[in-house]
């Protein structure tokens, strides 16, 4: 069964520090990948997805993500936050194939930026 | 455009009551609904998916289960709530069969008490 980790449950950072946070997914076969964040007392949005193609994925607001398969993982990066980014934030992966429609997330990064 | 409607926003029942929460979808047609639990540290449980009405796969054996009874419509119930059922329901809903970008609606807090 496919399943997500992320391993930072809670990042601290200082404005204009770099950001990387660690998504690894398992599963065998091909799949589909997401970053959504939920900003306070707002809805969980996508931030960006990983479908084919360039490994290399930017979304909005500055985020970007490198999908590499040899290790399974997914992981976010920023290299200047703000404080506007503080948020929580979700890896999640889709497995295609029989499953086509099911998306596991992670158990969400809580990220703190300090102005 | 399309909008994704939960109700209610916040639900406190005793325990051993039902519980039915829905959400609708406008602006698409034949979506894929889904049904997470959200729940400090543990991030987005998905309980139920829904290809299409009538169709329902259950991700997590428990006490809850979902019915889609028109095609922009799910819910979800349960016939005797258990304390461990408190926490945040969301859902959400995208695009056709294949699995794409997922739109989350505002959320239910249930407390069980």
């Known amino acids: 069964a496919q399943s997500v980790s992320q391993h930072n449950h809670h990042v601290i950072l200082s404005e204009a520090a770099s950001l990387e946070l660690g998504c690894n997914y398992s599963?065998?076969?091909?799949?589909?990948l997401f970053w959504y964040v939920q900003y306070p007392g707002q809805h969980l949005q996508l931030l960006l997805k990983?479908?084919?193609?360039?490994?290399l994925v930017k979304g909005i607001k500055g985020f970007e993500a490198e999908f590499i398969k040899s290790k399974f993982s997914f992981n976010l990066r920023k290299p200047s936050v703000q404080w506007s980014d503080t948020a929580e934030y979700f890896c999640?992966?889709?497995?295609?194939?029989?499953?086509?429609?099911?998306?596991?997330f992670g158990s969400g990064t809580r990220l703190s930026i300090r102005p | 455009s399309q909008t994704i409607h939960q109700w209610p926003a916040t639900l406190v029942q005793p325990v051993g009551s039902p519980l039915s929460l829905e959400c609708t979808v406008e602006g698409t047609s034949n979506p894929n609904l889904y049904w997470y639990r959200q729940a400090a540290g543990r991030g987005l449980q998905l309980l139920f998916y829904s290809v299409g009405i009538g169709q329902i796969s259950s991700e997590v054996p428990q006490n809850l289960s979902a019915s889609r009874p028109q095609d922009r419509q799910f819910i979800l119930s349960s016939k005797k709530l258990l304390l461990s059922d408190s926490g945040f329901y969301l859902c959400a809903w995208s695009h056709d069969r294949a699995a794409d970008t997922q739109y989350f609606g505002p959320g239910t807090r249930l407390t069980v008490l």
């Open positions: 999640a992966v889709n497995a295609k194939g029989s499953s086509a429609s099911k998306i596991i």
């Open positions: 599963y065998g076969g091909t799949v589909n």
């Open positions: 990983y479908f084919s193609g360039d490994p």
